[in-house]
């Protein structure tokens, strides 16, 4: 088998990928657009207008007097409408998530987990020989090696610090995120979502995850994290890293023997296996579409990258023009918004749901959002 070192890993990869779904079974192909800013236009244009139908259609989640779309029904939207970079642009939420991921950013810079130049040539390598599909479950898998741990701060760990002493969903995704641009993904074409709860409203309820729209499919993919608690079943009770593979996993075992790398990604960084290793027992949710992830009916709150953010959320109607048939049934109401809309309002959880009633009138969030006319043309030239 190739060595690492040499950088022949497209082999095993490629072995290995064989015996998963193939890409067109997780993902629709969809067909190139003929190059040309003209069309490209278009064609976002007509992907937004699509997302803000979907908009319409949608189920919102009240929380905090707050309403937030279903994850799924966003879906391609989050990519195509534009992040506003500026901080009258942005909520102050996402405004503090772009801050925290750019920190992350610029201490990963400074330091980063030995061995993890080998993990971006081998998602590198994967990508340019057998498409995104395959780079994206490689560099999935290969993050989910790291154990979760609760009882983090808020901050965003860069790699180096999450791969010594582990961590929560956001410290995955900022992982993912990170591996992949050095891997060669443009920023945008990777987004991360701030999802919102839908039960008990504590903040362990919010979730992270990473959400990438891979070159030649038609619909963004989850990235997710491993659930709490959750370790690998490979069968390997000494599931800890080698003392001598990353100096930092050494200092927190002692503490800590539950965190960092587990001893199939130690093994990978320190060069002793390569990274398709990971492939044929992979821990955690696997790569797919946004409808067919465990986080499709998730309020989403705020999407955002390095570059800004945008924010899903927003205020929910005062309950002022509710019908009497409504107010006794208790779990179902009518209610109308200052725009003259009528949502359909379902109480009976401890989360209330919204829907509009109809399709007249603008979409929710419609005025907010605007297309990002010049994405594809920004795709295509860092596809090639």
Not at 56 to 64: G, Q, Y
Not at 179 to 201: K, T
Request: aromatic share 6%.
């Amino acid at each position: 088998m190739p060595t690492i070192q040499s950088g022949a890993i497209v082999r095993p990869v490629v072995a290995v990928v064989d015996s998963l779904p193939p890409a067109e079974a997780v993902l629709p192909a969809v067909a190139p657009p003929e190059p040309g800013p003209e069309n490209g236009s278009e064609a976002a244009q007509e992907a937004f207008d699509l997302g803000i139908e979907r908009l319409r259609s949608a189920t919102w989640w009240e929380a905090n007097r707050k309403l937030r779309p279903q994850l799924a029904q966003v879906g391609d939207l989050m990519f195509i409408a534009k992040l506003p970079e500026g901080e009258m642009g942005q909520s102050a939420e996402g405004a503090s998530r772009v801050q925290r991921l750019r920190h992350a950013m610029r201490a990963h810079q400074q330091r980063k987990p030995a061995g993890w130049n080998r993990l971006v040539t081998q998602v590198r390598d994967a990508r340019a020989n057998a498409g995104d599909y395959p780079a994206l479950m490689l560099a999935n898998a290969l993050i989910n090696e790291i154990r979760y741990r609760d009882g983090t701060d808020g901050s965003y760990y860069p790699p180096a610090r999450f791969f010594a002493e582990s961590g929560v969903c956001k410290d995955f995704a900022v992982a993912k995120y990170l591996l992949l641009r050095e891997a060669g993904f443009d920023a945008s074409q990777l987004r991360l979502v701030s999802l919102a709860p839908r039960y008990n409203n504590t903040p362990d309820d919010w979730h992270v995850m990473l959400v990438v729209q891979a070159d030649g499919m038609a619909a963004p993919v989850a990235l997710d994290s491993p659930a709490p608690f959750v370790r690998k079943g490979n069968g390997d009770p000494s599931d800890a890293a080698p003392a001598d593979t990353v100096a930092a996993a050494e200092n927190a075992s002692k503490s800590d023997p539950q965190a960092g790398p587990s001893a199939r990604l130690a093994a990978i960084l320190a060069g002793r296996k390569t990274a398709d290793a990971v492939l044929r027992a992979p821990v955690g949710p696997v790569v797919a579409t946004l409808d067919a992830s465990g986080q499709a009916e998730r309020p989403l709150a705020v999407v955002f990258n390095e570059r800004g953010s945008l924010s899903f959320e927003r205020e929910a109607p005062v309950r002022m023009h509710r019908s009497t048939a409504s107010r006794r049934r208790g779990a179902r109401s009518i209610v109308a918004d200052d725009a003259g809309r009528s949502w359909s309002v379902d109480s009976s959880g401890i989360f209330p749901k919204w829907q509009l009633t109809h399709a007249a009138g603008a979409a929710p969030l419609a005025d907010a959002l605007e297309p990002d006319l010049g994405r594809i043309d920004v795709r295509i030239s860092t596809a090639g």
